[in-house]
């Protein structure tokens, strides 16, 4: 559960650069290197809006470009990916998120259904950690989400 209601989530979430912090910060997740965001005049909140993700992880240089395929404020938002993204541990997918009120908290589900990358080194790769990062992916987004909104965090 997510101490805020709805809509304040949702607008939270809605502002892609938030919900991909994880990859926007170096990391040892992403040994040492990190992703830049950035979004077309749409800023990824409204269908048919882009959000291209581009950098280093490992050395290796990576690039995603997504598009915004459903915005339903407070409840649903999902992406996917445009054409075979060059990243290293799952191929093209698709995700996005589901909001369910609850009084003044809200319920929180992130979800990701991705394919193998298509060939290569990356499709070996995401048979051994593909699960493993989708679940981390996913799970760093609801806990950023929740500690946005904790009682204890001011801002």
């Known amino acids: 559960m ?13 502002d892609h650069a938030r919900m991909s912090a994880h990859m926007n910060a170096r990391s040892w997740m992403l040994g040492g290197g990190r992703m830049e965001t950035t979004t077309d005049e ?14 280093r992880v490992f050395g290796v240089r990576l690039f995603v470009d997504e ?5 339903d404020r407070p ?4 992406w996917q990916t445009v054409g075979e993204p060059r990243l290293l ?8 998120f589901d909001i369910e009120p609850s009084g003044p908290r809200s319920r929180l589900r992130v979800f990701i259904d ?9 499709r070996w790769i995401a048979r051994v950690l593909g699960n493993w990062y989708a679940r981390w992916c996913t799970r760093r987004m609801t806990e950023d989400a929740a500690r946005r909104f904790s009682p204890d965090v001011s801002g």
């Open 2 to 14: 997510v101490e805020a209601p709805a809509e304040r989530l949702f607008d939270a979430l809605d």
């Open 42 to 55: 749409g800023e990824g909140r409204r269908v048919g809006s882009h959000i291209r993700l581009a950098g």
């Open 67 to 71: 598009v915004v395929t459903e915005h």
């Open 75 to 78: 409840r649903r938002k999902t």
């Open 89 to 96: 541990v799952i191929g093209p997918y698709r995700m996005g």
């Open 114 to 122: 991705y394919d193998l990358p298509s060939r290569g080194i990356a």
